[in-house]
């Protein structure tokens, strides 16, 4: 790891157009301005980490929040939305078509 000090308003040039400015400092917060390239993202460190937390839950989902998930990719394409059926309780509507349960079930009512 390369240490510098740097005083307010003076910068660090890395490659790529990659420029960091030290704006100002105030007991133990220093404000930091980065310049760089649209290409390059640029994160806090706390975000990154989210991000990387999220998208490993994401891969090891279970199958039926895949599939419950794929049923809203028609939401964001401008399809029609699938019509929704009736729960087993009379209450909200669900929408079952094509998701399988825990149990390997459709989450429908009617016998098999």
Not at 7 to 14: F, L
Not at 31 to 58: K, L
Request: avoid cysteine.
């Amino acid at each position: 790891m390369l240490v510098l000090s740097r005083k307010v308003g003076q910068r660090v040039i890395i490659e790529q157009g990659i420029v960091i400015t030290i704006l100002g400092a105030s007991g133990d917060s220093v404000r930091v301005g980065i310049e760089a390239p649209r290409s390059v993202q640029v994160y806090r460190e706390e975000v990154y980490t989210a991000m990387q937390e999220a998208n490993r839950a994401a891969a090891l989902s279970p199958a039926w929040a895949v599939n419950a998930l794929e049923m809203l990719a028609p939401l964001r394409a401008g399809d029609p939305v699938p019509a929704p059926s009736e729960t087993a309780s009379g209450g909200s509507p669900a929408y079952t078509e094509g998701v399988t349960g825990a149990d390997g079930g459709t989450g429908s009512s009617e016998p098999a």
